[in-house]
């Protein structure tokens, strides 16, 4: 018996087609109703294909600090995406390595552990 979950994305775009607000809900997100955020960055492998589509949005309101931040640790989570999908640490290190020195270019400040 196999089980569905539902992953929805909710986008508010002005009158120039630019994301004014995303939302979005998960089925096993852990909270109820819709929840805010500025960004989406999803990724979706094609097998067939051999190719990695995106769709990458944000709002209009996102600032630059937040946004490098925001880079910053999706490096980090390919990272350990990465190191648990293929058990290759040191590839994995190097992505950690490259997001170390990614932060320290940007001059990004008080980074979220």
């Known amino acids: 018996m196999s089980n569905e979950s539902q992953i929805n994305l909710f986008i ?3 009158d120039k087609k630019l994301a004014e607000k995303i939302e979005w809900r998960a089925d096993e997100a852990g909270f109820n109703g819709k929840k805010e955020t500025q960004t989406i ?5 094609d097998k067939k294909e051999k190719m990695t589509y995106s769709i990458n949005l944000w709002t209009k309101d996102m600032n630059i600090e937040d946004m490098k931040i925001h880079f910053h640790q999706m490096f980090l ?32 400040k008080n980074i979220p552990e």
């Not at 960055?41 to 492998?45: G, I, K, T």
């Not at 190191?83 to 997001?99: G, H, P």
Request: glycine share 2%; no cysteine; proline share 0%.
């Open 41 to 45: 960055m999803l990724s979706l492998w």
């Open 77 to 108: 989570k390919m990272a350990d995406t990465l190191e648990r999908s293929t058990k290759s640490s040191d590839v994995a290190d190097l992505i950690r390595n490259f997001s170390s020195d990614f932060a320290k270019r940007t001059g990004i």
């Open 12 to 14: 508010t775009l002005d």
